[in-house]
Antibody, heavy 124, light 107 residues
Framework: EVQLVESGGGLVQPGRSLRLSCTAF????????MNWVRQAPGKGLEWVGF??????????EYAASVKGRFSISRDDSKNIAYLQMNSLKTEDTAVYYC???????????????WGQGTLVTVSS | DSQMTQSPSSVSASVGDRVTITCRAS??????LAWYQQKLGKAPKLLIY???SLQSGVPSRFSGSGSGTDFTLTISSLQPEDFATYYC?????????FGQGTKVEIK
């Protein structure tokens, strides 16, 4: 069974850093691109960033709102994707979801599995 | 960037009703569009990908259609477990973008 489990959320002061982890179970992690989506309290979904599989270069893409502050990496030996968040702002407060990108190339970048989410609160 | 606009923002419906939600892209996204269902306090769940392909395990009362800039999600006969918020997402190019959501409420 495919499972994505996020960890690392919590309360952090503005300007500080936090690293989220997404541990994957039940599939060949290294074969898949991985992705982060966030949802501010009471708001809609916002795409954060994406990392390709190593076979496709392992390169990353980011939303403009986080580019230069957030970075995504992966450790295929541990089945973990990371979201490093630096220079955090109050507006980064959200539930952060790890998602898997589906493998059907003709369908584009869709999210076929989601983790349960981890809450990040940025406040002084 | 391709902006996604859903309508309506909310809809009140009864069990058994047919419900249609529309999603419009500001730029063409071919058929690279997905639909998700989110229940309160839960993670979103994939319903439809590639505009009209039903994700495994999703009931056949859900269907999607469209291409280019205009898409629809239809629930043919609303069930009690379908009351939730629905989001479209363009899967064509970065930045990936979502619609603002449509809340389906009990009438």
């Amino acid at each position: 069974e495919v499972q994505l489990v996020e960890s690392g959320g919590g309360l952090v002061q503005p300007g500080r850093s936090l690293r989220l982890s997404c541990t994957a179970f039940g599939f060949m992690f290294g074969d898949y691109a991985m992705n982060w989506v966030r949802q501010a309290p009471g708001k809609g979904l916002e795409w954060v960033g994406f990392i390709r599989s190593k076979a496709h270069g392992g390169t990353t893409e980011y939303a403009a709102s986080v580019k230069g502050r957030f970075s995504i990496s992966r450790d295929d030996s541990k089945n973990i994707a990371y979201l490093q968040m630096n220079s955090l702002k109050t507006e980064d407060t959200a539930v952060y979801y790890c998602t898997r990108i589906g493998l059907i190339v003709a369908a584009g970048y869709y999210f076929d599995y989601w983790g349960q989410g981890t809450l990040v609160t940025v406040s002084s | 960037d391709s902006q996604m606009t859903q309508s309506p923002s909310s809809v009140s419906a009864s069990v058994g009703d047919r419900v249609t939600i529309t999603c419009r892209a500001s730029q063409g996204v071919s058929s690279w569009l997905a639909w998700y269902q989110q229940k309160l306090g839960k993670a979103p769940k994939l319903l439809i990908y590639a505009a009209s392909s039903l994700q495994s395990g999703v009931p056949s009362r859900f269907s999607g259609s469209g291409s280019g800039t205009d898409f629809t999600l239809t629930i043919s006969s609303l069930q009690p477990e379908d009351f939730a918020t629905y989001y479209c997402q363009q899967a064509n190019s970065f930045p990936l973008t979502f619609g603002q959501g449509t809340k389906v409420e009990i009438k």
